[in-house]
């Protein structure tokens, strides 16, 4: 994806948080935005800033987890627009629970917005951008679905079935001209805390102090993707402490378990990724 050689982009969640940021960074190199949200009045203060920047988009309240809206919102588009170049799938939420008892609903809301909701726009928009025969599908995953960090499985499993996810579309669609990448972050300034869960788990705490102190904001985490995606790189980690986690996952998966399971075993992991959080390196 090269500056500038797209214009007319789709972002889900795109009233907050990330969605938001690329919403702005785009807009000022002329983008016109689709802003897909289930939150209107967010969504509204989104358009009002990326025309300010010198973009232009329309609003589409859409929830994720249904692929009739979900299809419904891209025949607009596509309708309308007459072509997407780029399709973000970014809407997102999290939890903090133990498997066993964190309670199934939470799951199926996890699951359906995390993981479906990624899986209903790339099923909706993949066919039209066939049809137009090119695109760029970006997908919002997170360093969690490859640390597995215990008390995140609902979160952990989402993240890792979106890389996976891409990880097939990127050998998929190569012969049809669509590009894939992943975004894998880990913490940083957002909304997203507000969408937790957390039903009492002492890990909460520790998971709102690693946002509270962390100096990463959703605007340099888009600053950063968007150099990546300019450089078409298919995995996207875009803070070091992502990198050093898949790196080690990879050379040493076993091992990196075996630690983590060590470390947990004897009391020792909630006290390093408090030290972590304090220290805003979560």
């Not at 979900?70 to 939890?95: C, K, P, Q, R, Y």
């Not at 705490?205 to 995606?229: N, W």
């Amino acid at each position: 994806m090269k500056k500038s050689s797209c214009k007319k982009a789709i972002i889900t969640g795109a009233a907050s948080g990330l969605g938001r940021s690329l919403s702005l960074m785009l807009a000022e190199e002329g983008w016109k935005i689709g802003i897909v949200d289930i939150n209107n009045d967010d969504s509204n203060a989104t358009l009002d800033e990326v025309r300010r920047k010198g973009g232009d988009g329309e609003i589409y309240c859409c929830d994720v987890t249904d692929f009739n809206q979900v299809e419904a919102m891209i025949d607009h588009f596509f309708t309308v627009w007459g072509s997407i170049d780029l399709m973000v799938n970014n809407a997102g939420v999290a939890t903090i629970g133990d498997v066993g008892t964190m309670p199934i609903t939470e799951w199926r809301r996890l699951i359906g917005i995390d993981l479906f909701g990624v899986i209903h726009g790339c099923h909706a928009v993949i066919p039209r951008m066939k049809k137009q025969g090119y695109g760029y599908i970006v997908n919002t995953a997170s360093a969690a679905g490859v640390a597995s960090l215990p008390s995140m499985s609902a979160y952990n499993v989402c993240k890792a079935g979106v890389i996976s996810l891409s990880e097939t579309l990127k050998v998929e669609l190569a012969p049809f001209n669509i590009g894939v990448s992943v975004i894998c972050a880990t913490y940083f300034k957002s909304n997203l805390i507000n969408s937790f869960n957390s039903n009492g788990h002492p890990f909460f705490e520790t998971t709102k102090i690693g946002f509270q102190k962390t100096k990463i904001t959703s605007d340099i985490i888009a600053h950063r993707v968007l150099k990546s995606l300019k450089k078409k790189k298919f995995y996207i980690f875009p803070q070091a402490n992502g990198k050093q986690v898949w790196f080690t996952k990879r050379l040493a998966s076993s091992l990196y378990i075996r630690i983590l399971t060590l470390l947990n075993k004897k009391g020792k992991l909630e006290p390093i990724l408090d030290i972590m959080a304090n220290k805003g390196k979560l």
